[in-house]
């Protein structure tokens, strides 16, 4: 095996790993109870989509209110991409979110979403490198990932830093022009531990 097929070996394994390791269900149930005035109780899902779905891996995202695990106040479509040195997360929205509510968590719902229910968000893939026993990722530079949110336009500031147990994130809005954060955590990273792992439905791109 010549240099370029070690390193090609390598990273697909890098995205094989991620998405191993992305696939679940993951809570800040201790850090809610810890902190419970400054964190509510939060759930956020990956779960895997069916083989052929994309070109590789994908998965669809929920997040929810523990107390309310019917109702995400965040979904999404997410297509994993071997960029060589680090792994590109393209991010869809969903064109009629609430028809797929849940479906984190029942089979029959996602397996109901098809590539014609989705809308690609320009300018707000994430970028993923491995760090040692973890990967860090952030979303794609520019600052052109643009919310509008609480009366002005927003760009995302998002980072994340994932293990094979754990998932810790932040998300900002911050404004366009004064370059100040309008919304997102005030209190620090959101710190998830995985409860359940999804990632024995990964489909096996090694064939």
Same mark, same amino acid.
């Given at each position: 095996?010549?240099?370029?097929?070690?390193?090609?070996?390598?990273?697909?394994?890098?995205?094989?790993?991620?998405?191993? %390791?992305?696939?679940?269900?993951?809570?800040?149930?201790?850090?809610?109870?810890?902190?419970?005035?400054?964190?509510?109780?939060?759930?956020?899902?990956?779960?895997?989509?069916?083989?052929?779905?994309?070109? +590789?891996?994908?998965?669809?995202?929920?997040?929810?209110?523990? /107390?309310?695990? %019917?109702?995400?106040?965040?979904?999404?479509?997410?297509?994993? #991409?071997?960029?060589?040195?680090?792994?590109?997360?393209?991010? /869809?929205?969903?064109?009629?979110? #609430?028809?797929?509510?849940?479906?984190?968590?029942? *089979?029959?719902?996602?397996?109901? #979403?098809?590539?014609?229910?989705?809308?690609?968000?320009?300018?707000?893939?994430?970028?993923?490198?491995?760090?040692?026993?973890?990967?860090?990722?952030?979303?794609?530079?520019?600052?052109?990932?643009?919310?509008?949110?609480? +009366?002005?336009?927003?760009?995302?500031?998002?980072?994340?830093?994932?293990?094979?147990?754990? %998932?810790?994130?932040?998300?900002?809005?911050?404004?366009?022009?004064?370059?100040?954060?309008? %919304?997102?955590?005030?209190?620090?990273? *959101?710190?998830?531990?995985?409860?359940?792992?999804?990632?024995?439905? *990964?489909?096996?791109?090694?064939?």
């Amino acid at each position: 095996m010549n240099i370029s097929q070690t390193q090609d070996k390598t990273n697909l394994n890098n995205l094989i790993t991620l998405a191993s %390791w992305m696939a679940g269900d993951f809570s800040n149930k201790k850090q809610a109870l810890e902190n419970p005035t400054l964190y509510a109780h939060i759930h956020v899902f990956f779960r895997p989509l069916p083989e052929n779905f994309f070109p +590789g891996i994908g998965f669809y995202s929920e997040q929810v209110y523990d /107390y309310d695990l %019917w109702s995400p106040y965040r979904q999404g479509v997410h297509q994993l #991409i071997d960029k060589g040195d680090y792994i590109y997360i393209e991010n /869809y929205k969903l064109i009629d979110p #609430i028809l797929y509510a849940g479906a984190a968590r029942e *089979l029959d719902i996602l397996h109901t #979403i098809t590539p014609e229910n989705l809308e690609r968000r320009y300018n707000c893939s994430m970028v993923f490198k491995r760090d040692g026993d973890k990967f860090v990722g952030s979303v794609e530079p520019g600052n052109k990932c643009l919310i509008h949110k609480r +009366g002005c336009e927003t760009y995302l500031v998002s980072k994340v830093e994932l293990t094979e147990n754990t %998932w810790v994130s932040s998300d900002k809005g911050m404004d366009i022009n004064t370059h100040k954060q309008i %919304w997102g955590s005030a209190a620090g990273d *959101l710190k998830f531990e995985k409860q359940t792992s999804f990632a024995d439905e *990964l489909p096996n791109i090694n064939k």
